[in-house]
């Protein structure tokens, strides 16, 4: 037998068949479930949504559990360590013959500062189990009440605070780690005998099951062993309550631990290029996961953007021992590509119904885990339910996107993509803008290369799911209510709009938009805005322009950290800097339990319904569509012949009503097509309907009285006068009315509609005696008595010179003064 295959054996014989253990668990495998989940995996141990309520006992019991999981997945790492340090002392053993598998230089490369890695993790392990051992004898020996005490005496922060000392090894590792596979693929094609090694690396559990890898996957295990050590500090941090000694050493370890990520995240963004002819270099620029629609069919993927192309790619998880893989979906070239957005694009109504049953799901199965801190119902029942709630999410984050980027390629191919976040799409978009402006040298790539590096390259790991996180102390949960003022520092007159996102679990809408406003520098809307939040930590703002017949352009956005130390259940008002544009708006917080998620709730009607009742709903003094009719007359009708005395078409006037009692959005966006003509209708028709006239009945006679006052002057002061006992939303929205009307009449030479002419189509609308046709006594009134005295009331009114301004919004009433945020 060769010397290599007897060093093999003999090494096979003394260390792998002695190493011990449930190989069962692979805490690297996401879909291992074992009876006790390792804290390295991507499913942690189960730990309440929040710890800042349990008492320090509880703490404790789950910082034992921890520690336990821990070790079990040490000694599941020795294991892999000690079958890499087999087979390179086998292939050392063999590169001193005369008939070597690899040069000794070979064999330095692919294991380096393996050895010095099992040493640090064999100090570690043997350390952390002594300590846990002696913690056990004395729980055994000390009575049930004891065993608190004996739980505080546990410290580990000095071992931890050590092991993290030594990660500078790792850094050697990961420098060397693509030139030790590029020297395993190299000889694995080269030499049968080492293929064979290579190809089938075996390591025994403690039940004597093996388990078959390859030696490059054992070798991208110490690369995720380094990249978790961050998430079981942080395990352990929240577990450890802050007077405990061990809390400032596992802090230091954590900053230490973070600061060495940050460093080799630092140093590998260099080494993210891939060489191709001609001298040219790829670079990869961004990647992430968005829904990709083939045929109607939506599915996840993971994109990757290139300094030249687009690759989009499917994940794959590999089998056990196996390294996980991308495969190939499609590609674009930048060079010519052209890109379009849709805003609007809408749900089919069975979607939308079946995304909600998965959200009432969601929300059900999580108060479950919520509710399951102790563990009673086992382990296995909390990883397997879990489980299901990731795949939950995963259909949600697939199905409920409605944010569409279509690509299309000069060669004809195209691409629709769907993104679940508006500020998520603009950064995609605005990547993709800056690297199409320039001139690229389109190259067919080496597809098979390219998209075996993705498991190199990526720097998203995986779909971000929030089911899989904690839920931090300082993330909120309840009402976010935002009320969207005004916007300045636009550099031409636009219609635009604001878009307000939340982060958080999807159980609840996540985005809402204002109505766009009219064509203007300084755009206002006084629109408020409210989001039901669980776990919500940032939220996005963006400034939109909305273009008849074109793509809407993203002027600016921002970022805006959401506290609640810096939240209350008071208005606060701020100004943000999104690029050019500064937004006004402002913030309150409400925090509570939420309820189930319930069927989307629908926009309650605005027709027929009394003013008051319709302006608290949107949190206004002027309803929008009076505004929003107002503001689309001035901007196109002040110039059209008998506006507001020839009225639009009945099917027209009937279908905006019909928007706006529905969805105030779609409305503004029909308003922006519609005659308008039809636009004055539906305003007046809104007057019509109301329940109330706009003028309070009780009023009627005061005001008909004052008609007799021959002074106009005097009959002007007593008229405002009388104006001011009316209530607010009545007295604001008549004159805001009246302001606009005043302003169509300046231009009665075009329009040809004087105050008088606008005082006898509104007059009848806007005050009506308590009973059309009765006097206060009973009498019968002459219903053309009636007619002129609503005209004369209102056309007076149009005459004042010095009428209040009218107040179009409440006041948000703040904490502080007014700040300005620059983001």
Same mark, same amino acid.
């Given at each position: 037998?060769?010397?290599?295959?007897?060093?093999?054996?003999?090494?096979?014989?003394?260390?792998?068949?002695?190493?011990?253990?449930?190989?069962?668990?692979?805490?690297?495998?996401?879909?291992?479930?074992?009876?006790?989940?390792?804290?390295?995996?991507?499913?942690?141990?189960?730990?309440?949504?929040?710890?800042?309520?349990?008492?320090?006992?509880?703490?404790?019991?789950?910082?034992?559990?921890?520690?336990?999981?821990?070790?079990?997945?040490?000694?599941?790492?020795?294991?892999?360590?000690?079958?890499?340090?087999?087979?390179?002392?086998?292939?050392?053993?063999?590169?001193?013959?005369?008939?070597?598998?690899?040069?000794?230089?070979?064999?330095?490369?692919?294991?380096?500062?393996?050895?010095?890695?099992?040493?640090? #993790?064999?100090?570690?392990?043997?350390? %952390?189990?002594?300590?846990? $051992?002696?913690? +056990?004898?004395?729980?055994? @020996? *000390?009575?049930?009440?004891?065993?608190?005490?004996?739980?505080?005496?546990?410290?580990?922060?000095?071992?931890?605070?050590?092991?993290?000392?030594?990660?500078?090894?790792?850094?050697?590792?990961?420098?060397?780690?693509?030139?030790?596979?590029?020297?395993?693929?190299?000889?694995?094609?080269?030499?049968?005998?080492?293929?064979?090694?290579?190809?089938?690396?075996?390591?025994?559990?403690?039940?004597?099951?093996?388990?078959?890898?390859?030696?490059?996957?054992?070798?991208?295990?110490?690369?995720?062993?380094?990249?978790?050590?961050?998430?079981?500090?942080?395990?352990?941090?929240?577990?450890?309550?802050?007077?405990?000694?061990? #809390?400032?050493?596992?802090?230091?370890? %954590?900053?230490?631990?973070? $600061?060495?990520? +940050?460093?080799?995240?630092? @140093? *590998?963004?260099?080494?993210?290029?891939?060489?191709?002819?001609?001298?040219?270099?790829?670079?990869?620029?961004c990647d992430g996961f968005v829904v990709d629609e083939s045929e109607g069919v939506r599915s996840l993927r993971h994109l990757f953007l290139y300094t030249d192309l687009l690759l989009c790619t499917r994940f794959k998880h590999a089998a056990r021992g196996k390294q996980d893989q991308y495969r190939f979906s499609w590609y674009l070239p930048l060079g010519g590509l052209r890109l379009r957005w849709v805003t609007g694009h809408e749900r089919p109504p069975d979607t939308t119904v079946r995304l909600q049953t998965l959200r009432t799901k969601m929300f059900l199965l999580r108060q479950q885990l919520h509710q399951n801190t102790k563990g009673t119902r086992g382990l296995t029942w909390t990883a397997r339910n879990r489980k299901k709630l990731e795949q939950m999410e995963l259909l949600l984050l697939t199905y409920s996107p409605v944010y569409r980027l279509d690509l299309h390629s000069p060669s004809g191919k195209s691409h629709t993509l769907f993104f679940s976040s508006l500020y998520i799409l603009e950064e995609w978009r605005d990547t993709l803008h800056k690297l199409t402006a320039e001139n690229i040298e389109t190259i067919p790539p080496d597809l098979l290369t390219l998209t075996s590096a993705c498991v190199k390259l990526r720097m998203t790991q995986q779909p971000h799911l929030h089911c899989s996180e904690a839920e931090d102390e300082t993330s909120l949960c309840g009402t976010v209510s935002v009320a969207i003022h005004s916007a300045s520092g636009l550099q031409e007159p636009a219609c635009v709009y604001v878009c307000v996102e939340v982060d958080g679990y999807e159980f609840y809408d996540q985005?809402?938009?204002?109505?766009?406003?009219?064509?203007?520098?300084?755009?206002?809307?006084?629109?408020?805005?409210?989001?039901?939040?669980?776990?919500?930590?940032?939220?996005?703002?963006?400034?939109?322009?909305?273009?008849?017949?074109?793509?809407?352009?993203?002027?600016?956005?921002?970022?805006?950290?959401?506290?609640?130390?810096?939240?209350?259940?008071?208005?606060?008002?701020?100004?943000?800097?999104?690029?050019?544009?500064?937004?006004?708006?402002?913030?309150?917080?409400?925090?509570?339990?939420?309820?189930?998620?319930?069927?989307?709730?629908?926009?309650?009607?605005?027709?027929?319904?009394?003013?008051?009742?319709?302006?608290?709903?949107?949190?206004?003094?002027?309803?929008?569509?009076?505004?929003?009719?107002?503001?689309?007359?001035?901007?196109?009708?002040?110039?059209?012949?008998?506006?507001?005395?020839?009225?639009?078409?009945?099917?027209?006037?009937?279908?905006?009503?019909?928007?706006?009692?529905?969805?105030?959005?779609?409305?503004?966006?029909?308003?922006?097509?519609?005659?308008?003509?039809?636009?004055?209708?539906?305003?007046?028709?809104?007057?019509?309907?109301?329940?109330?006239?706009?003028?309070?009945?009780?009023?009627?006679?005061?005001?008909?009285?004052?008609?007799?006052?021959?002074?106009?002057?005097?009959?002007?002061?007593?008229?405002?006068?009388?104006?001011?006992?009316?209530?607010?939303?009545?007295?604001?929205?008549?004159?805001?009315?009246?302001?606009?009307?005043?302003?169509?009449?300046?231009?009665?030479?075009?329009?040809?509609?004087?105050?008088?002419?606008?005082?006898?189509?509104?007059?009848?609308?806007?005050?009506?005696?308590?009973?059309?046709?009765?006097?206060?006594?009973?009498?019968?009134?002459?219903?053309?008595?009636?007619?002129?005295?609503?005209?004369?009331?209102?056309?007076?009114?149009?005459?004042?010179?010095?009428?209040?301004?009218?107040?179009?919004?409440?006041?948000?009433?703040?904490?502080?003064?007014?700040?300005?945020?620059?983001?």
């Amino acid at each position: 037998m060769e010397v290599y295959q007897e060093a093999l054996s003999y090494l096979e014989t003394q260390n792998v068949a002695e190493a011990g253990g449930d190989i069962l668990e692979d805490v690297f495998q996401e879909e291992a479930v074992s009876c006790f989940l390792s804290p390295f995996s991507s499913e942690s141990i189960d730990f309440p949504d929040t710890l800042t309520s349990c008492t320090h006992e509880d703490m404790l019991e789950k910082k034992l559990a921890v520690l336990r999981g821990i070790l079990e997945s040490e000694e599941v790492y020795l294991r892999e360590l000690d079958a890499l340090l087999t087979h390179m002392k086998a292939l050392r053993a063999s590169a001193g013959t005369s008939q070597p598998v690899l040069s000794s230089q070979q064999v330095q490369t692919i294991f380096y500062q393996v050895p010095e890695l099992r040493v640090v #993790h064999q100090s570690f392990f043997s350390g %952390l189990k002594a300590r846990l $051992s002696a913690h +056990s004898q004395a729980e055994m @020996s *000390s009575a049930q009440e004891m065993v608190m005490c004996s739980n505080y005496k546990l410290e580990v922060g000095d071992l931890f605070l050590k092991m993290v000392n030594s990660l500078g090894l790792y850094g050697g590792f990961i420098e060397n780690y693509e030139k030790a596979v590029e020297v395993v693929r190299k000889c694995t094609q080269s030499n049968p005998r080492f293929r064979t090694l290579a190809e089938s690396m075996y390591i025994n559990g403690a039940d004597k099951v093996r388990t078959t890898y390859t030696l490059e996957a054992l070798l991208y295990k110490p690369l995720d062993r380094v990249t978790k050590t961050t998430l079981v500090l942080r395990d352990l941090l929240k577990t450890t309550p802050v007077e405990h000694k061990d #809390h400032a050493a596992l802090q230091e370890a %954590l900053r230490l631990s973070q $600061s060495f990520l +940050s460093g080799v995240n630092e @140093s *590998s963004q260099s080494k993210r290029e891939v060489k191709l002819t001609h001298g040219m270099r790829r670079q990869l620029m961004c990647d992430g996961f968005v829904v990709d629609e083939s045929e109607g069919v939506r599915s996840l993927r993971h994109l990757f953007l290139y300094t030249d192309l687009l690759l989009c790619t499917r994940f794959k998880h590999a089998a056990r021992g196996k390294q996980d893989q991308y495969r190939f979906s499609w590609y674009l070239p930048l060079g010519g590509l052209r890109l379009r957005w849709v805003t609007g694009h809408e749900r089919p109504p069975d979607t939308t119904v079946r995304l909600q049953t998965l959200r009432t799901k969601m929300f059900l199965l999580r108060q479950q885990l919520h509710q399951n801190t102790k563990g009673t119902r086992g382990l296995t029942w909390t990883a397997r339910n879990r489980k299901k709630l990731e795949q939950m999410e995963l259909l949600l984050l697939t199905y409920s996107p409605v944010y569409r980027l279509d690509l299309h390629s000069p060669s004809g191919k195209s691409h629709t993509l769907f993104f679940s976040s508006l500020y998520i799409l603009e950064e995609w978009r605005d990547t993709l803008h800056k690297l199409t402006a320039e001139n690229i040298e389109t190259i067919p790539p080496d597809l098979l290369t390219l998209t075996s590096a993705c498991v190199k390259l990526r720097m998203t790991q995986q779909p971000h799911l929030h089911c899989s996180e904690a839920e931090d102390e300082t993330s909120l949960c309840g009402t976010v209510s935002v009320a969207i003022h005004s916007a300045s520092g636009l550099q031409e007159p636009a219609c635009v709009y604001v878009c307000v996102e939340v982060d958080g679990y999807e159980f609840y809408d996540q985005q809402a938009q204002t109505h766009s406003s009219v064509r203007s520098l300084n755009p206002h809307w006084d629109q408020e805005l409210s989001f039901q939040v669980d776990g919500a930590q940032k939220m996005m703002v963006l400034c939109v322009s909305q273009s008849n017949g074109q793509e809407d352009t993203v002027l600016g956005k921002t970022t805006v950290q959401l506290e609640s130390k810096s939240l209350s259940s008071r208005w606060r008002r701020q100004t943000l800097q999104l690029g050019q544009v500064e937004v006004t708006l402002s913030m309150k917080y409400c925090p509570h339990q939420l309820e189930a998620p319930g069927s989307p709730v629908q926009q309650p009607p605005v027709f027929c319904v009394p003013i008051e009742k319709v302006a608290q709903q949107e949190g206004v003094l002027v309803p929008h569509l009076v505004r929003c009719c107002v503001e689309e007359v001035e901007r196109r009708g002040m110039d059209e012949v008998g506006i507001y005395r020839i009225s639009g078409t009945a099917t027209d006037i009937s279908s905006l009503k019909a928007a706006f009692n529905s969805n105030l959005r779609e409305a503004v966006t029909k308003l922006r097509s519609a005659e308008v003509n039809a636009v004055s209708g539906v305003l007046k028709l809104y007057f019509r309907e109301l329940p109330e006239p706009l003028i309070p009945t009780d009023l009627f006679q005061s005001l008909a009285n004052t008609l007799d006052i021959q002074d106009l002057n005097s009959r002007l002061v007593s008229m405002l006068s009388l104006l001011q006992s009316s209530p607010d939303v009545n007295r604001n929205t008549f004159l805001y009315l009246l302001h606009h009307l005043q302003r169509v009449a300046q231009r009665h030479d075009v329009n040809k509609m004087t105050l008088l002419n606008l005082a006898t189509v509104f007059g009848p609308s806007l005050l009506r005696p308590p009973v059309a046709g009765l006097e206060q006594n009973g009498a019968t009134v002459d219903i053309s008595q009636e007619v002129v005295i609503q005209v004369q009331v209102v056309f007076s009114y149009l005459q004042s010179n010095n009428l209040p301004e009218a107040q179009t919004s409440a006041l948000y009433s703040s904490d502080t003064e007014d700040e300005t945020t620059h983001m």
